[in-house]
């Protein structure tokens, strides 16, 4: 059954990696619904970009741009205290900020594998300690974890990248339990995890496609739009396409012999860029 979608036009969003790509397309979908958009990107000059074009939708929200390595817990909290002075208070947070190095695991450098996981990662730790207490001060929010259809299968060439995905899972399903039973359990404070497929932009370097009529590369505004009905809808995880959601959680109670021959079947995957 439709879900009754909730009016956002009076929410402060803050969304990381605005600069191009989902994040980008996510600031526009906010800012054309009316909502005050909050764009952060380490990338001034596409960020500057994004908020342009946002700028040109009929009807937008206020729309604004910070530049802030995310990897930066002391940045970020400090970020935190701009905004607070400068827009208000946070009641959506949008963690979207990602790298996906693509190649063989022993081709993965430690340096690659530390940044897949600062940013990935860790700097979903920094937004929540710097934005929660927002959220907190004002008896709601909502909060919105990029992870991937990686953070539900492994897949070749990304081991980093599947584990980065994983750990976001992990975090959401355990700061929700947290806020359901702990300290924020008297607050309105809600979140989504988002499994996007493959998506077209420029990350999947060299994607394994088997039925592209079916299950090709996603369109980065598909993607948004999913995100925030998901959203305005409270679902609490959000498989884009939808249908994936159910194949992974019915796979899951199979044999693995049974599930990867399913896998086989259907395909999908990336190839080296190296």
């Known amino acids: 059954m439709p879900r009754k979608l909730k009016d956002v036009s009076n929410e402060i969003v803050l969304i990381t990696g605005t600069g191009h790509g989902i994040g980008r397309e996510l600031a526009l979908h906010y800012t054309a619904l009316g909502s005050t958009v909050i764009c952060i990107d380490i990338n001034e000059k596409n960020n500057d970009e994004t908020v342009k074009k946002a700028k040109r939708l009929k009807n937008a929200g206020s729309v604004y741009s910070y530049t802030c390595d995310v990897t930066d817990r002391n940045a970020v909290l400090k970020l935190a205290d701009r905004i607070k002075d400068e827009i208000g208070l946070v009641t959506v947070l949008v963690n979207n900020v990602g790298i996906m190095p693509t190649h063989p695991f022993e081709q993965q450098t430690a340096d690659e594998i530390r940044q897949v996981f600062e940013i990935n990662v860790f700097s979903q730790f920094w937004t929540l300690q710097a934005f929660l207490p927002h959220m907190k001060q004002q008896n709601r929010g909502h909060i919105i974890a990029m992870s991937s259809i990686a953070g539900l299968v492994g897949n070749a060439n990304v081991v980093p990248y599947c584990a980065s995905k994983f750990a976001v899972r992990g975090l959401m399903e355990a700061l ?57 809808a409270n679902i609490t995880e959000i498989t884009i396409p939808s249908s994936l959601f159910y194949i992974n959680n019915w796979c899951r109670i199979l044999p693995i012999k049974c599930a990867l021959l399913l896998k086989d079947f259907i395909g999908g995957g990336l190839g080296s860029d190296l």
Not at 209 to 232: E, M, N, T, W, Y
């Open 176 to 232: 929700h339990e947290e806020m359901r039973t702990g300290p924020y359990n008297d607050h309105q404070i809600t979140g989504s995890i988002i499994y996007p497929y493959m998506t077209n932009t420029g990350l999947c370097k060299k994607p394994i496609i088997k039925f592209p009529s079916i299950l090709g590369l996603l369109d980065p505004k598909v993607v948004a739009k999913h995100i925030v009905d998901g959203h305005r």
